[in-house]
């Protein structure tokens, strides 16, 4: 998920209870719920670095306990007052969970079995940034705002102080909680609507349901077939209809394929794609050279891509330059 979403929750966890454990409870499980996210520094050596590095070691169960460790350290330091560790500890590694469960909730997904696993896991309940997620964090914090105008000639000043906010962080948090499950609900149908079609006279080999930032009812469905990709709208209030899909068919078989598949930039790719879709194309330059790409449909189509790696080749079909953006490749 964003930034602001994992801040937010981290501060709804300590209001709703999570502040009781220890002193300064409220940085250190802010910190946590984004301490995953270190791995931002891996960027400034480029795109395809962070691409591998990033939801890697830091986004793993095996990582947990470093990473909750980390901001208890962090605000011991910077303060003077005296925590009670275990208290810290238990409400930073409930924090840390909150970010890697967010996290596989969403499209991007997670790798959560590193070092024993590489594989990404992913749940497609909800894009990187939900707007309705933000919404409810949104009202979370601003509700307790109107609370104390309202209640300021009620309640004294330390029972005010003492629950603040902590009735609208239960409601943000239990929102989530019930907004994922509801979303899951969702998803299931979404996909079963994909498989329960023939596109282009073919059986799907694999489907998959990826959610719209506006509606839950809306999806956006990925089709598989042995020699083309399926791209279509699947709104569960109304009738689908396959008919109206775009199509991408797949390259046939080329030797330049092969020889950018073999490049370090395109393993890297195909190890973090999901549906990744080739092209190729001649170029003018180098004479007889070829550009080969691919995309990830998830993020895009080559009508808009999202994330794509791409490699240069000349006549003897040697790359000459790769390249990966988070976002379309200039022409050439």
Not at 195 to 220: F, H, I, M
Request: hydrophobic share 50%.
């Amino acid at each position: 998920m964003d930034l602001l979403t994992h801040i937010g929750t981290g501060l709804f966890l300590s209001r709703a209870g999570l502040k009781r454990l220890t002193p300064r409870a409220t940085p250190i499980v802010i910190l946590a719920a984004i301490a995953p996210d270190i791995d931002i520094v891996t960027a400034w050596r480029g795109s395809l670095n962070y691409l591998h590095y990033h939801r890697h070691l830091t986004h793993s169960l095996a990582a947990m306990p470093v990473m909750a460790l980390l901001p208890v350290l962090v605000v011991r330091a910077a303060g003077r007052q005296p925590l009670r560790w275990m208290g810290a500890f238990l409400a930073a590694l409930i924090a840390v969970a909150s970010h890697l469960a967010l996290d596989l909730t969403n499209i991007y997904g997670v790798r959560l079995l590193l070092p024993f696993s590489g594989a990404w896991l992913r749940l497609d309940l909800t894009g990187v940034i939900d707007l309705w997620i933000w919404a409810a964090l949104l009202l979370a914090i601003a509700g307790p705002f109107l609370g104390r105008l309202v209640g300021a000639e009620i309640t004294s000043g330390a029972a005010r102080e003492r629950h603040y906010g902590r009735g609208f962080a239960i409601f943000a948090l239990v929102f989530l909680l019930l907004y994922n499950c509801g979303r899951g609900l969702l998803h299931a149908r979404a996909v079963a609507v994909l498989e329960s079609r023939v596109y282009q006279e073919a059986a799907p080999v694999r489907v998959a349901a990826l959610p719209d930032a506006a509606s839950p009812l809306r999806w956006r469905g990925l089709v598989e077939l042995p020699d083309s990709y399926v791209v279509a709208g699947v709104n569960l209030g109304s009738d689908f209809d396959p008919t109206r899909a775009q199509v991408f068919h797949k390259p046939e078989a080329d030797p330049a394929l092969d020889a950018a598949g073999r490049t370090a930039a395109f393993r890297e790719f195909l190890a973090f794609s999901q549906f990744p879709l080739w092209r190729i194309r001649p170029v003018p330059e180098p004479e007889n050279g070829r550009l080969v790409e691919i995309l990830d449909l998830r993020f895009g189509t080559p009508l808009a891509p999202g994330f794509v790696v791409s490699a240069l080749l000349n006549g003897k079909l040697e790359p000459l330059e790769t390249t990966f953006r988070f976002g379309p490749v200039r022409p050439r």
